[in-house]
Structure formats: C-alpha cells, structure tokens
C-alpha cells in the first residue's frame, strides 16, 4: 500500500478516454491556467481506437481534427433512398488519434500530472474527493473530480437496449465509394425479430471508407454473428471483396436505456460521458453531449465556478426517449418506419436537432406527430403505468446493460 502523502490538485478526470480528452482540449483553449490537474487511468490513451460520427454546425474547434465530413446523406429503406440535405448542419466523423495527440499537446501546456492506475475508490466528504489509485499510485486529494468511467444507471431502465455494432474500414483498389456522400441509416439489412438493424458508410475517398452494420435490441451477436452481418450488407451495396481490404475492425456497445444516470454521486464528484447521461436513450448518440460538457466546464472553470455541466439533455426529451422505446420494444411501431417517417415528414435539420436534444417544444410537437399516433398512445399509457409502479417499489440492482465499455 502507498502510504505516501496525496498529491494535491484543484481538478482530478478519473478516466482519460474521449470525454477527459475533450475537457482537457477545450480548458487548454479557453486559457485556464494556473490550476492543478491530474489525470488517473491505468490506460494511456494514444491512436487510432475508436471513431465518433455526430453532427454539428461547420467551424467549431474540431473542424481541423475531421477525417471527413458531409452536407448530404442517405437513408435508405426497402422502399427506397431518400437523399437528405443537412444545411446549415454537417455530418461529421472523427478518429480518436487527433483527438488525443490534441488532449496530449493540452496536458503539456496545463502542466497535468498523468497517473498510469487504476482507481480503486473516490471518498468525497464535501470538502475535497480523495482518489485511492491501485498498486504504487499516489493518492490524489482534488477540489472536483471529473469521473468518466463507465457506470450503470441509478436503477433498472424499463427498457434496456443496447447498440451494438462491428464496422470494417474497407479499402479499395479502384474508386468504389462516393465521398461527397455518407450512408446515415440504411435499413435493407434484415430485421431481427427483436430490435432494429441497419448499415451505414462513412467514406473518407473514393476507395476508403468505414462500412458499418449496428443493431439497436436487448442483446448484443457473436463475432461470427457480425462478420456475416457485415459481409451481407457489403453484398448490398454490391462492392466486390475480392477487391477489398480490411483495413481495420471496430466494434462497441452503448446503452439504451430509460434508466436514470446518476451525473452527480456526490457533492464534488460530476460524471461525464455515458455514466453522466450524455448517451441519448433513442438513438446511442453521445459525442455531441460530451463534447457540450467538455465546453461548459472549461467555461465554468475560467469563470472560477464549479465544474459542473448542464444536463445533457431535457427531461422532455428523456421521457419522449422512453416512450419510444418502448414502441419499438414492444413491436407496436418499426424501426426503419418510425425513422423513416421522421425524415420523411420533417425537414432534415429538425430531426437531427431533435435527435440531438436542440429543438424547442413546437419543433417536438411536429416530430412526434410524424409518427404512428396509435401505438405511440399506447406506449405513452404504458410508460405512465410503468413510472407509477416504479415509485412504489424499492429500486432493485442495476441492469448488466448499462456497463458497456467506453464507446468509438
């Protein structure tokens, strides 16, 4: 056991994935200097691990960082393409080693400690959080702790989806992809008897591009089940494997789930990332979140205010997220229909507005009047039902389902 003195520090990131690489990023732009952080992860993040895929207005901070980006997309059903444009938003894809190496040139500025560890345990009593690092780790004693790793919710979800998925970075020897355009959502794949499945492609040329097949259900495939999954829908799309590469694999797992995540634990502890609710229940979308988070916390930082970020998204948002989860739980609505009317009904921007927790209540009440109004009553009574029921039992363990590890 280190008995050691604790290091002492104003910030400490408990985790140094995408959401601490993003908060260091963004306290290094917004010229916070002068305090003292430590960052405490047994892994050293570096390279090409993951890809994030959200969208956003052009010219913001990560504009450099981009492997690509695309003003038109498709989405495709058994009935169709439909080719949406997305002005005044984009659709952009971002590899982690940019992210990184930036999150690197951050730390050497703001003078970080890295503590390779693990964290056995925070103690927060109030005044300052002690971080206990396994084996020879120092004890860090912080003001705030920034906690990034995964937790599962406060209490069971009444649904509890996962989004899981295996994309293959293809590489080609000839021109085979269109790199003005990205594939968003295509659902001629088959459909589980269960759950929502689709394709997408996000190509960075003519001949590279990352082609993905991801279910939305109750449980993830096996690596066979994936590989067959993603050879059938390269099939689709009528590409040639003998003319193709695998250049890399990727795969990840992200909740969805009604369950509550506890952003808050503590008075000086703030979670981040999936463990503090920045995954949006209905669709896996996260980046966007944290990406708000890293921004409001160095703001609030520079200020000399605590670092503590807004909720990710609006409790209006999170029950509409509920009930749609249970639609599509429940069979009374489809995955590639309820998508595929709000496309259809709705102009591209609002939906991915919608999708990203921005829009105001009149652009809500036009969403949800796309869909089927039937089963959606029924499933509104039915989460009603649920959330009474849920308040006069004690709250049993967390699901399983809401550990998954660190997403793209």
């Known amino acids: 056991m280190n008995t050691a003195a604790p290091l002492d520090v104003d910030l400490a990131l408990v985790g140094g994935g995408g959401a601490a690489s993003l908060v260091l990023a963004a306290l290094d732009r917004h010229g916070v200097r002068g305090l003292r952080v430590a960052v405490i992860d047994p892994v050293h ?14 010219g913001g901070d990560l504009d450099p960082l981009l492997a690509a980006s695309w003003c038109q ?16 938003l984009r659709y952009a894809m971002l590899r982690s080693g940019p992210v990184y190496d930036r999150a690197a040139e951050a730390e050497r500025r703001l003078g970080v400690r890295r503590i390779v560890a693990p964290v056995d345990a925070l103690h927060d009593d109030g005044g300052h959080v002690t971080v206990h690092a396994g084996g020879d780790g120092p004890a860090v004693r912080a003001s705030w702790v920034l906690d990034s790793r995964p937790r599962p919710p406060r209490r069971p979800g009444r649904t509890n989806w996962l989004q899981h998925f295996r ?20 659902f001629r794949t088959p459909q589980p008897a269960r759950g929502v499945s689709f394709g997408y492609v996000l190509p960075v040329s003519d001949r590279y591009a990352l082609v993905e097949y991801t279910e939305f259900g109750p449980r993830p495939l096996t690596d066979a089940g994936y590989d067959a999954a993603l050879a059938g829908y390269r ?4 590409l040639d494997p003998t003319r193709l590469r695998v250049r ?13 995540f506890e952003a808050r634990p503590s008075p000086r502890v703030v979670r981040l990332g999936t463990a503090g609710g920045a995954t949006r229940p209905s669709t896996g979308f996260t980046f966007s979140a944290m990406h708000r988070q890293a921004e409001q916390i160095a703001r609030a930082l520079a200020a000399g205010r605590p ?54 209540p009149a652009e809500e009440l036009a969403v949800m009047g796309s869909t089927r109004l039937l089963p959606m009553v029924v499933a509104t009574g039915g989460d009603a039902v649920a959330r009474l029921r849920d308040r006069l ?16």
Request: charged content about 25%; hydrophobic content about 40%; cysteine-free.
């Open 393 to 408: 039992r004690p709250a049993g363990p967390p699901p399983r389902t809401g550990e998954p590890p660190e997403i793209r």
């Open 235 to 238: 099939d689709l799309l009528g």
């Open 248 to 260: 890399e694999v990727e795969n990840g797992v992200i909740p969805m789930t009604d369950g509550p």
């Open 45 to 58: 993040r570096r390279g090409q691990d993951r890809t994030w895929a959200f969208w956003g207005h052009p």
């Open 167 to 186: 994309g293959w970075w293809l590489e080609s020897g000839v021109p085979v992809f269109d790199p003005a355009r990205a594939v968003l959502m295509d």
């Open 307 to 360: 670092p503590v970020p807004a909720p990710a998204y609006p409790p209006r948002h999170r029950w509409m997220d509920a009930v749609a989860l249970r639609a599509l739980d429940g069979g009374g609505v489809g995955g590639p229909d309820f998508f595929d009317r709000l496309f259809d009904r709705n102009p591209a921007e609002r939906v991915l507005r919608f999708l990203d927790g921005a829009t105001t």
């Open 73 to 88: 997309v498709e989405v495709a059903t058994s009935a169709g393409r439909r080719v949406l444009d997305l002005a005044p």
